[in-house]
């Protein structure tokens, strides 16, 4: 497993590191704004679905309609494969 943090605004994207919130801080410090950042894990042995898991602390934000470790928003999650699969797939 690899912990990644995304930043859906600017297509920006941190892995592996021990924790997402080390991975939030990074970007973070680089000028990413918390709002646009969301957690998940990539599971490179796997392929679709289960490739990717939507699971992450950071992500429990019940100001942004998400109050729970996964990702709720189709559009988040769309944003975070589209950012992958540029980075790392493609």
Do not use: T
Not at 31 to 54: H, K, M, R, T, V
């Amino acid at each position: 497993m690899i912990k990644c943090v995304a930043d859906v605004k600017q297509g920006l994207l941190a892995i592996d590191a021990e924790l997402h919130a080390d991975l939030e801080r990074l970007l973070l410090e680089n000028g990413s704004a918390g709002e646009d950042l969301w957690g998940f894990n990539l599971y490179p042995d796997e392929e679709g679905e289960d490739f990717i898991e939507y699971d992450s602390l950071i992500n429990i934000r019940s100001w942004q309609g998400n109050p729970s470790r996964g990702i709720s928003n189709p559009e988040i999650r769309e944003a975070i494969e589209k950012i992958v699969s540029q980075f790392i797939i493609g």
